[in-house]
């Protein structure tokens, strides 16, 4: 792969990557954490849109379900129940922030390196048309028992959840 | 079709800028949201894998939704323990959280 190879990509992925990392960027450095809140969920609709460049069309559903419906909803119950304190003035980094910064560049560089230089087949196989019966089809048969693992590990997230929840009350 | 390591990199800057957010963000919500921005990013890579390497299985796309499931539990249970700790501690940031000390 060449820098030239850049514009063979379609100008739809170039869109939903930048605005992917776009909002990675603010969920990551923003002041405000509710702001960040609603960064992350902007950022998993611009990647189920690149799910969706991959014909994974029940994960992209499955993405904007989950990520944005659930996940970003606990997250701002969680910070309008915390957040008394969050004001600007509050510094919102520790102090690892050049460290950190050099040690994150040096590992997208790692990895930039290591995916242009390995030899990627040119051949694409055909597309899968029916993504939502080949999934449900492997989840019972060939992966069943990480399905059963994966219910069993969701209830003792429940269970888990709710007992943390709870105020506990001195006796 | 866009070739399979435009797909990859943008994979690795995701998963860069999660990273960073983790090694840097005081408050443990922002944690929580950077350690997400990772998981997407480890999902795209498996989804980007599943297109292009195997299509008849999509193994990459159930082990996505196995992704999905875990994350889905630890933001349940991350979030009732930063509720839990900011029942006895009156605060978010990671930095103060130093009850487990001594």
New interface residues.
């Given amino acids: 792969m060449s820098w030239t190879d850049l514009f063979s990509a379609s100008l739809a992925f170039k869109l939903l990557g930048l605005v992917a990392v776009v909002f990675a960027v603010m969920a990551v450095t923003l002041k405000n954490i509710f702001h960040c809140a609603l960064s992350l969920a902007a950022m998993f609709f611009a990647l189920s849109g690149v799910f969706v460049l991959l014909d994974a069309d029940f994960l992209a559903v499955v993405q904007i379900l989950i990520y944005v419906g659930a996940i970003v909803i606990l997250m701002i119950f969680a910070i309008v129940l915390t957040e008394r304190i969050t004001s600007e003035a509050i510094k919102q980094t520790n102090q690892l922030l050049v460290p950190a910064s050099i040690l994150c560049a040096a590992l997208l560089g790692a990895f930039i390196y290591v995916i242009r230089g390995a030899g990627w087949s040119a051949q694409v196989p055909v597309v899968q048309k029916e993504t939502i019966k080949v999934i449900g089809r492997q989840l019972l048969s060939t992966h069943v028992e990480a399905f059963e693992v994966a219910s069993v590990l969701l209830l003792a997230a429940l269970v888990g959840a709710v007992f943390l929840g709870k105020e506990i009350t001195k006796k | ?10 994979g ?10 983790v ?5 443990s ?2 944690i ?3 350690i ?2 990772m998981l ?1 990013a480890v ?2 890579n498996l ?2 894998f ?10 990459g ?2 082990f ?3 992704v ?10 991350g ?6 700790l ?2 006895s501690v009156r ?2 940031f ?2 103060k959280f130093n009850i487990l000390k001594w």
């Fill in positions: 079709m866009t070739p399979i390591s435009h797909y990859l990199i943008l690795a800057i995701l998963f860069a800028v999660g990273m960073f957010g090694l840097t963000r005081r408050n919500i922002g929580l949201i950077s997400e921005i997407g999902n795209l989804v980007a599943s297109r292009f390497a195997e299509t008849s299985t999509l193994n796309q159930v996505a939704v196995f999905m499931t875990v994350a889905a539990g630890e933001a349940a249970v979030l009732a323990l930063i509720l839990a900011y029942r605060t978010v990671a930095d």
